[in-house]
């Protein structure tokens, strides 16, 4: 079984979010389960030296770009047993960002898109499953059946798009995808290519991947409805027997309280004792007053309105009379710092706030709080909270997404559960699970000791997940394609050429690296999120 992992970050090389954490964890995952799983990725300028160094030149081409040809270098690397494919072009990827300032995305992305199955004839790797990842991947899918599948080498390959946040969609003018992918007019309609207007490279991968995943179960349901769907609730539900949610992993060797080199003091299941170190380390490192009968609460998220952050805005003063520790760490809208700049004033000694990416603070606040706070308006799968249950920190949440398939609720009739929970999306009922969660640390400890416990215990490796995937491969494999483009068209401009240079394609002389041109023409439209949700209403403070 061969699998190309097809995503534009992963860790070590390059994150941004959560989509890194993910290429970087489950294909080790598959490799020591006996598949041939490679992955390829943008060589962005970002990426540090010491893996360039390591990465060796195995192709060199161009990459046809409707009326542009662009050079393409095909770098590998080998990292844990798995190889790693960078495709390179400094025009479109060595920029002071990732994503979204050129105002040139769809051009960047269709690019990769291109590159992606153009590089498989030059390196000889002709995978079973072609796996994509979120909408800077979402070309793959139907310009493989549209463009390709004609060729021999092609013909054979099945695709996977899996939807880590249905709000990034990378949506474009038709104008300019047309201009750089080639495609006809009778392509741009609702049942394929066009969204409102507009081109949408998630969308398009919807519609022409064989399989459709999503990274929880909860989350896979939760967008074929209106108020979590984005404007495509309607198509998922149309391939909802090709719709699947698997939950994501964590790294349980990263995030291992027993040997986290962060972290104040080791601790583990069997021996949590120094937990309270840990938190007493936090609270001088934060300025905090170091007492450790005061509940402390931990928030690691990006500061977005996705995360929730608006109802704890309606609610600080109350939480505060709790009288709790409040710790947050992450950058995002000025909005929600000047939030948290404003607690930390007027409640000095209970709120301290970091804005920056810190890593090794993250694993401190993770160890350290005895709570961990995601209130999200929605979330895809979510990581946090299952890293906080790794070190002892009892999560509360809403139930949502991965929130929801991770995160029990504790029941004082049967025992049973590992955090708090709230249903509505509501400051108040959020504000009562804070309570709640605060009444049972400081009256049954014994109750608390165990639900430490049974969160650290949990597996929530990417063991499971990985299983899940390889099932899904192997019935792609042996089922063929399964699903056909909405309907018999093909572009006529470039099938049947497109088709006689990827059949010849590998025996082309290498090309020539491109020379800088000049700056982007301003897309009509940028990549960003779709519109807002119809039912995503303020939250009440009531």
């Known amino acids: 079984m061969k699998v190309l992992y097809a995503a534009s970050e992963c860790v070590p090389f390059i994150k941004t979010g959560g989509l890194a954490d993910v290429a970087g964890a489950l294909p080790p995952q598959l490799k020591a389960r006996g598949i041939d799983v490679r992955v390829v990725l943008p060589l962005y ?18 990459v046809e770009l409707g009326w542009r040809r662009q050079y393409c270098g095909v770098h590998s690397l080998e990292h844990q047993g798995v190889t790693f494919y960078f ?60 463009q390709y599948a004609q060729a021999p080498f092609y013909a054979n390959i099945t695709t996977v798009i899996t939807i880590h946040n249905l709000q990034y969609q990378g949506v474009f003018t038709i104008k300019d995808v047309q201009d750089t992918l080639g495609l006809d007019d009778d392509l741009f309609t609702a049942d394929k290519l066009e969204c409102y207007g507009c081109a949408n490279y998630l969308k398009s991968g919807m519609v022409y991947a064989d399989e459709i995943t999503t990274v929880s179960p909860s989350y896979a349901e939760e967008i074929q409805t209106a108020y979590y769907g984005e404007r495509l609730d309607g198509l998922l539900r149309a391939r909802h027997e090709r719709l699947k949610g698997i939950l994501n992993g964590i790294d349980i060797k990263e995030y291992d309280p027993a040997g986290d080199p962060l972290i104040y003091t080791p601790y583990s299941a069997a021996a949590p004792a120094a937990k309270a170190d840990n938190k007493a ?11 450790p009968s005061v509940p402390l609460v931990g928030i ?12 704890i805005d309606y609610v600080i003063r109350e939480l505060m009379d709790e009288g709790i520790q409040l710790v947050v760490l992450g950058m995002g809208d000025a909005k929600y710092t000047d939030l948290f700049s404003w607690a930390e004033g007027a409640f000095p000694g209970q709120v301290a706030a970091r804005f920056a990416m810190d890593n090794r603070l993250a694993h401190r606040i993770y160890a350290g709080a005895d709570m961990f706070l995601m209130p999200s308006l929605f979330e895809p799968c979510g990581l946090s909270q299952m890293i906080s249950l790794r070190y002892g920190t009892i999560p509360i949440v809403r139930e949502t997404g991965g929130l929801r398939d991770t995160v029990l609720s504790y029941n004082r009739f049967t025992g049973e559960g590992n955090g708090f929970s709230f249903f509505n999306y509501n400051a108040h009922d959020m504000l009562h699970s804070v309570r709640r969660a605060v009444r049972y640390y400081r009256d049954e400890p014994e109750t608390w000791r165990q ?3 049974r969160g650290m215990e949990a597996d929530f490796s990417w063991s499971h ?3 899940e995937y390889i099932a ?6 042996e089922t063929g394609r399964r699903a056909a483009p909405p309907a018999a068209i093909r572009p006529k401009r470039a099938t049947a050429k497109r088709a006689e240079q990827v059949s010849g394609g590998a025996g082309a002389a290498p090309a020539k690296k491109a020379q800088p041109k000049a700056a982007p023409k301003k897309a009509e439209s940028k990549a960003a999120p779709a519109a807002k949700k119809p039912g995503a209403k303020k939250p009440k403070a009531d």
Request: charged share 30%.
């Open 45 to 62: 300028g970002q990426i540090e030296e010491r893996w360039r160094d390591q990465m060796k030149l195995e192709a060199e081409f161009e």
């Open 87 to 146: 495709l390179d072009n400094e025009f479109y990827f060595k920029r002071p960002y990732v994503y979204g300032l050129g105002g040139d995305e769809y051009e960047r992305y269709g690019f990769f898109c291109r590159a992606i199955l153009d590089f498989l004839t030059r390196v000889d790797f002709q995978p079973d499953v072609l796996h994509c990842n979120d909408w800077q991947t979402g070309m793959v899918p139907p310009l493989l059946k549209l």
């Open 281 to 291: 380390g936090l609270q001088r490192e934060m300025g905090l007053a170091v007492d």
């Open 300 to 311: 690691v998220t990006r500061l977005s309105h996705q995360k929730g952050l608006d109802l």
């Open 451 to 453: 639900m430490m416990r």
């Open 465 to 467: 997940s990985a299983g």
């Open 472 to 477: 899904m491969y192997q019935e792609l494999r």
